[in-house]
């Protein structure tokens, strides 16, 4: 009887290491419900499962940056180097030009190169404990479950650090413009209202920076979302006919939103990443020229110790660690605004 258990297992794991990924994966993965409770000592953790939670892991990190407001941004993962970081040559500055020149030989205008050394972040999730019981027992559905809480973290750790990059700190005039929204009182009267009007401003120091007009890209704040929805008919048109993140595109800007945003202070200054809000602080908006950031994904490695190994617990420990960066690469093309405050 053990023996024709063990033929179960045996199958059960060739369907699982052969199975290709999609709708064969569920097939594969519905063939480890038939593993009988009491299966050999081993059967299930010998090499076999470790490599499935391979293929699941990258399979659900290749669709991560789709339909987000990092999709499209130039990805510098090919350059990655030993040490999980990017080089990047800054020139310098831009080549004057002469006009109707007569003058010769002509000037030469040095480029002082400069090169920029990135160091991906290092993500790493806490372990998660997985017992041999519940392994013995074969819930179908709990690997994937697993591999899904690990990577929607390290997904979401990813976008909120992103778009907080891509927010400039402060305002600085014709570089990086932060202002403060200018509509109509909120609801609670303490708040400014986000407008059309803000936009077109927007757009105004977009134009003055000479910002390319393909490639503008203006992620909104949740609060910024329900302004417009309120007061805008065009806006609200756009917004239930959206898809892929993408909203539509309104005064040359490609719209997004995203839940978590960057925190500024009243006076326009970003707060640090993670730091809790403060009374004043509120969230902004952000808008950034696509070609200006970069993105970057280096190693990428899960770890699982296995139950054998564990005579105390009996149990199996599972997380995963990613490098990562996406940032701009000068500081510059980017503006932030944020709810301006109403006067008492």
């Given at each position: 009887?053990?023996?024709?258990?063990?033929?179960?297992?045996?199958v059960?794991?060739f369907?699982?290491?052969t199975?290709?990924?999609?709708?064969?994966?569920?097939?594969?993965?519905?063939?480890?419900?038939?593993?009988?409770?009491?299966?050999p000592a081993?059967?299930?953790?010998?090499?076999?499962?470790?490599?499935?939670?391979?293929?699941?892991?990258?399979?659900?990190?290749?669709?991560?940056?789709?339909?987000?407001?990092?999709d499209?941004?130039?990805?510098?993962?090919?350059?990655?180097?030993?040490?999980?970081?990017?080089h990047?040559?800054?020139?310098?500055c831009?080549?004057?030009?002469?006009?109707?020149?007569?003058?010769y030989?002509?000037?030469?205008?040095e480029?002082?190169?400069a090169?920029?050394?990135?160091?991906l972040?290092?993500?790493t999730?806490?372990?998660?404990?997985?017992?041999d019981?519940?392994?013995?027992d074969?819930?179908?559905?709990?690997?994937?479950?697993?591999?899904?809480?690990?990577?929607v973290?390290?997904?979401?750790?990813?976008?909120?650090?992103s778009?907080?990059?891509?927010?400039?700190s402060?305002?600085?005039?014709?570089?990086?413009?932060v202002?403060a929204?200018?509509?109509e009182?909120?609801?609670t009267?303490?708040?400014?209202?986000?407008?059309?009007?803000?936009v077109?401003?927007?757009?105004?120091?977009?134009?003055?920076?000479?910002?390319?007009?393909?490639?503008?890209?203006?992620?909104?704040?949740?609060?910024?979302?329900?302004?417009?929805?309120m007061?805008?008919?065009?806006?609200?048109?756009q917004y239930?006919n959206?898809?892929?993140g993408?909203i539509?595109?309104?005064?040359?800007?490609?719209?997004?939103e995203?839940?978590?945003?960057p925190?500024?202070?009243s006076?326009?200054?970003?707060?640090?990443?993670?730091?809790?809000?403060?009374t004043?602080?509120?969230?902004?908006s952000?808008?950034?020229?696509?070609q200006?950031?970069?993105?970057?994904t280096?190693e990428?490695?899960?770890?699982?110790s296995?139950?054998?190994?564990?005579?105390?617990?009996?149990?199996?420990l599972?997380?995963?660690r990613?490098?990562?960066?996406?940032?701009?690469?000068r500081?510059n093309?980017?503006?932030?605004?944020?709810?301006?405050?109403?006067?008492q």
């Amino acid at each position: 009887m053990k023996f024709i258990k063990f033929i179960v297992c045996l199958v059960a794991a060739f369907a699982i290491g052969t199975a290709s990924f999609g709708a064969g994966a569920g097939v594969a993965f519905a063939a480890l419900s038939l593993i009988p409770t009491g299966a050999p000592a081993g059967s299930l953790r010998s090499g076999l499962i470790p490599e499935v939670w391979t293929k699941e892991f990258v399979k659900r990190f290749n669709h991560i940056d789709q339909g987000t407001f990092l999709d499209g941004i130039p990805d510098y993962s090919q350059f990655v180097r030993q040490g999980n970081t990017i080089h990047l040559i800054d020139f310098g500055c831009d080549p004057d030009v002469l006009v109707n020149n007569t003058d010769y030989p002509i000037a030469v205008q040095e480029m002082e190169n400069a090169d920029i050394a990135i160091p991906l972040d290092k993500l790493t999730t806490k372990a998660t404990p997985i017992s041999d019981d519940t392994l013995i027992d074969v819930k179908a559905e709990f690997i994937p479950a697993v591999i899904e809480a690990h990577r929607v973290k390290i997904s979401e750790y990813r976008l909120d650090k992103s778009i907080y990059n891509f927010a400039p700190s402060k305002n600085i005039d014709g570089k990086t413009p932060v202002f403060a929204t200018t509509g109509e009182a909120d609801e609670t009267g303490k708040r400014k209202r986000f407008s059309k009007a803000d936009v077109i401003a927007l757009k105004k120091k977009f134009d003055e920076m000479e910002v390319p007009t393909q490639g503008r890209r203006l992620v909104l704040c949740p609060d910024h979302v329900a302004d417009l929805l309120m007061v805008d008919q065009a806006f609200q048109q756009q917004y239930y006919n959206y898809s892929s993140g993408v909203i539509s595109k309104m005064f040359g800007f490609d719209i997004y939103e995203y839940v978590k945003m960057p925190l500024y202070t009243s006076a326009g200054n970003k707060k640090g990443f993670g730091v809790a809000a403060s009374t004043g602080d509120t969230m902004a908006s952000v808008a950034f020229y696509v070609q200006s950031m970069a993105k970057a994904t280096g190693e990428r490695r899960q770890y699982r110790s296995d139950a054998s190994t564990d005579p105390l617990y009996q149990r199996n420990l599972y997380n995963v660690r990613e490098y990562f960066f996406a940032a701009p690469k000068r500081s510059n093309a980017m503006a932030a605004i944020y709810s301006g405050a109403v006067s008492q």
